[in-house]
C-alpha cells in the first residue's frame, strides 16, 4: 500500500531554514504528480508546492521565492527546502500523492502523517 512518511521538521527562528523529507513505497513514485500541503490550528489545509512528473513545480504565493520542492525518482524521495522562515510558516506540513495532473488538487488521496514545522519570532 502507499506509504509517505515525512521527516526533518522541527523549530526554528525566524529567518532560518528547514528541509522537509518525504519517503515514498507502494506505489510508481516517478509518474506521481506529489506535493507538499501545510494545515495551521484553525485554518484550512492549503498546497504549498507541488512537482510532476517531469519536474515542473508550482508554488504557493505565500512562498514563491523562498520555498523549493524537489524530487529524486531513483530513491522515491521528495523534499522541501524551506528558507526565509517566518511565524505564518508554522503549520503541520504534509506530503502527499496523487497519479492525476497536479492542477487537479482533489487528486491527492495519499497523505504523510504529517510533521510540524514551528518559525519563532
Known amino acids: 500500500q502507499v506509504q509517505l512518511v515525512e521527516s526533518g521538521g522541527g523549530s526554528v527562528a525566524a529567518g532560518g531554514s528547514l528541509r522537509l523529507s518525504c519517503a515514498a513505497s507502494?506505489?510508481?513514485?516517478?509518474?506521481?504528480?506529489m506535493g507538499w500541503f501545510r494545515q495551521a490550528p484553525e485554518a484550512e489545509r492549503e498546497a504549498v508546492a507541488v512537482i510532476n512528473s517531469m519536474g515542473i513545480t508550482t508554488f504557493a504565493q505565500s512562498v514563491k521565492g523562498r520555498f523549493i520542492i524537489s524530487r529524486d525518482n531513483a530513491n522515491n524521495t521528495l523534499y522541501l527546502q524551506m528558507n526565509s522562515l517566518k511565524p505564518e510558516d508554522t503549520a503541520m506540513y504534509y506530503c502527499?500523492?496523487?497519479?492525476?495532473?497536479?492542477?487537479?488538487?482533489?487528486?491527492?488521496?495519499?497523505w504523510g502523517q504529517g510533521i510540524q514545522v514551528t518559525v519563532s519570532s
Open positions: 507502494g506505489f510508481t513514485y516517478a509518474t506521481y504528480c
Open positions: 502527499a500523492a496523487s497519479p492525476w495532473p497536479c492542477a487537479r488538487v482533489s487528486g491527492f488521496r495519499d
